[in-house]
C-alpha cells in the first residue's frame, strides 16, 4: 500500500445513489445451484485517498449474502478508468441491509472513485 501523509487524508464519501435496490413484488426465478437472485448496482464517491472502512446500504443484501466489490477512478462524465493511483477493496462484509468495505485509495491527493457492487442470494 501507498504511504500518505495522515494530514492529507480525505475520507470518501457516498455521492449519488445510482440505482434503487428495491425489488419488492417482484419475483425471483431460480438461477441454478443455490443461487436464487443477483442485482447488480454502482456507486459514484465524492473525491478521498487513504484507506477507510466505508458502508453502502441495500436492502437486497443480508448476512449470507455473497459481496462483490470493484472500484475504479472516474473522471468528470463518471467514466470510470484506470489511473496512476492503486485503489483496491481489501475486505466486505455483507449484514442486514448494507455491505461494509474497506478500501484503499493509494493516491497523495483526493481523487474520485465509483464502486460496482454484485450481490448474490
Not at 492529507?8 to 417482484?26: H, S, T, W
Not at 443461487?35 to 464517491?45: E, K, P, S, Y
Not at 484507506?51 to 455473497?66: A, E, H, K
Amino acid at each position: 500500500m501507498t504511504t500518505v501523509d495522515a494530514a492529507k487524508i480525505v475520507v470518501p464519501q457516498l455521492e449519488e445513489a445510482a440505482q434503487e435496490a428495491d425489488r419488492a413484488g417482484q419475483e425471483t426465478q431460480e438461477i441454478g445451484g443455490n443461487l436464487v437472485a443477483a442485482w447488480r448496482f454502482w456507486r459514484t464517491w465524492t473525491p478521498g485517498n487513504g484507506t477507510w472502512d466505508l458502508q453502502i446500504p441495500l436492502n437486497v443484501i443480508n448476512p449470507n449474502s455473497t459481496v462483490v466489490i470493484t472500484a475504479a477512478q472516474v473522471d468528470g462524465n463518471g467514466n470510470r478508468f484506470v489511473g496512476p493511483a492503486p485503489i483496491d477493496v481489501l475486505n466486505t462484509a455483507p449484514g442486514n441491509g448494507v455491505v461494509t468495505f474497506k478500501i484503499n485509495i493509494g493516491s497523495g491527493v483526493p481523487i474520485p472513485m465509483r464502486t460496482d457492487v454484485l450481490v448474490f442470494n
